[in-house]
Each structure stands twice: as C-alpha cells, then as structure tokens.
C-alpha cells in the first residue's frame, strides 16, 4: 500500500520550543488528518485539512494543506511537557477508500 | 455523546483459538476502519466497512481474518485461529462519511500466547 514519508522520526526539544513536522506523498490528497497517540492509547485527532493550501489552527497547533497537495505539515509552538507523544498524519485520496497513514513523530519535551 | 467503544482492552488467546474483537461507532457514524498496530510501528489499514457491507478489505489477509458491520450492534473483527504474529494492538474508528475525519477507539491488546 501507499506509504507517506513523515519527517522528523523523532525529536527531542526543551520545553518552550517550537516543533515543526511534515508529511509527503507521491500522490494527490483530498484531505489530510493529524493525530496525537499516548502510550497504550488509541490516537486522538488533532486537526483536519479539506482544502490545498488552507491553514488551521487548535490552540498551540497549526497545520497547513500543501498547495500541491502532497504534502502537509504540523507545527506546534511553545511546546510543554504533555505535547511528549507521537504524532502521526493521514491521507485521504477521493480515488480511493482508505486513509493512508504517515510512520510517525515521536516528540519529547525536555522540562 | 460517547466515543468510539472497543472491547475487550486487552484479550489474551493461545495459538490456535479464535478472537474477536469488538468496536461501537460514535452515534450518528455509519462508516468503521480497523487497524492493525505493531510496537514502534504505524497504524496499517485493515478493512472499510459500511452498515452490511465491506467496502474495501484490501489490508485484510486472506485467511483466517474476517470483518463485519450487521445493522444492528458492533462491528466484529474475527480472526481465527491465532498464531503469535497476530499479537499487536487493533484499532477501530468511525466517521460519518467516508473521507471525513475518522475518530478512533482506544484500541485491542491481543497478545496470543
């Protein structure tokens, strides 16, 4: 199946930090979707995306549809102790069925 | 309005038996995906179903797994006898349509023994 490329694999930053993190693709996506996963937990939505190029934003979390869409990135800023977790993106193409999900961000904050 | 409920949490089998796991949509979703997940690993795509029907089971093996969504009650994913590689954590999520935002349960430890 499709794979999205998401980059960093891991980072490790001190708290008041910001992080950026992005996903690509080699094919075109109607939507994209980002979540937070805690240890033993099912993976929360953190934000999602409909339109090339749109800009959303949930509190410290910003998000944008890559204009050409294959891409799209994360950004958190002012990192604190509880954004430590992993963050995955997902990918929705109309000619398709399923989401495609990216191999994860594991981010640690450094109090 | 409640999540998406998985159960049991956690299900511990020996080699050879069946397991089954179940998974309850948040009201109003009549769309479900399972997903499979290793340790370390990302979420990989198992099987999209609609009320009554399997829409896409492209990530589904071709033995001894089986999924469904009846009109009334959870949906079931089925996997018959298990063997150690099936251990891993599977989660279900629901939308109200396919391609919206898909929201997902706190999943199913299956350790086979």
């Known amino acids: 199946g499709q794979q999205l490329n998401q980059s960093p694999q891991s980072m490790f930053i001190q708290e008041g930090e910001d992080v950026s993190m992005n996903c690509t693709s080699s094919s075109i996506f109607n939507t994209w979707l980002w979540y937070k996963q805690d240890p033993g937990e099912g993976p929360v939505l953190l934000i999602a995306?409909?339109?090339?190029?749109e800009l959303t934003s949930n509190g410290r979390l910003t998000a944008q549809f890559g204009i050409t869409r294959k891409d799209s990135f994360l950004n958190i800023s002012a990192s604190i102790p509880s954004d430590v977790g992993i963050y995955f993106c997902?990918?929705?193409?109309?000619?398709?069925?399923?989401?495609?999900f990216g191999t994860g961000t594991s981010l640690t904050v450094i109090p | 309005n409640a999540g998406v409920m998985q159960n049991p949490r956690h299900l511990v089998r020996r080699r050879g038996q069946e397991a089954r796991l179940r998974c309850s949509p948040m009201k109003g979703h009549s769309h479900v995906y399972w997903y499979r997940q290793l340790p370390e690993e990302g979420l990989k795509f198992m099987v999209y179903?609609?009320?009554?029907?399997?829409?896409?089971e492209s990530g589904m093996p071709k033995e001894r797994f089986s999924a469904e969504f009846p009109k009334e009650g959870p949906s079931i994913l089925r996997i018959q006898q298990v063997v150690r590689g099936d251990s891993a954590a599977y989660f279900c999520a629901s939308s109200e349509q396919g391609g919206n935002e898909q929201f997902f349960g706190p999943g199913t430890r299956l350790t086979v023994l």
């Open positions: 997902a990918g929705f193409s109309n000619t398709g069925n399923q989401f495609y």
């Open positions: 179903l609609q009320k009554e029907n399997i829409i896409d």
């Open positions: 995306l409909y339109k090339a190029g």
